[in-house]
């Protein structure tokens, strides 16, 4: 069992900049790929970034050169720093923890359900 905990949403200005924070309680952090999801009203849950156990990331296209995912493993945490923030970026922001598969090379691959935080509001106000 994960318990995952995340925190540093809030209210932000267009233009400005935020660092979402995730800790998660696990004896062994390192053999989950992270990431982060967002849910704006009305719409599906959808991936903003994520990251491998060893730090290979992806972004969705919407967020690239703006946002820059980041994990530490010895502190068991995974941040997402959002710069030049836009109105389309508010939503809730769900971290996530997927177990890795130890025979997918791509670091990708995971077994089991994931695991989720309780997520963390994010508003941009124009």
């Known amino acids: 069992q994960v318990q995952l905990v995340e925190s540093g949403g809030g209210l932000v200005q267009a233009g400005g900049s935020l660092t979402l924070s995730c800790a998660a309680s696990?004896?062994?952090?390192?053999?989950?790929?992270m990431g982060w999801f967002r849910q704006a009203p009305g719409k599906q849950r959808e991936l903003v970034a994520g990251i491998t156990t060893i730090g290979i990331s992806t972004y969705a296209d919407s967020v690239k050169g703006r946002f820059t995912i980041s994990r530490d493993n010895g502190k068991k945490t995974v941040s997402l720093q959002m710069n030049n923030l836009k109105p389309e970026d508010t939503g809730v922001y769900y971290c996530n923890a997927a177990r890795v598969s130890s025979s997918d090379p791509t670091g990708w691959g995971t077994v089991g359900e994931p695991y989720w935080g309780r997520g963390t509001q994010v508003t941009v106000s124009d």
């Open positions: 696990t004896t062994v952090f390192g053999i989950y790929t």
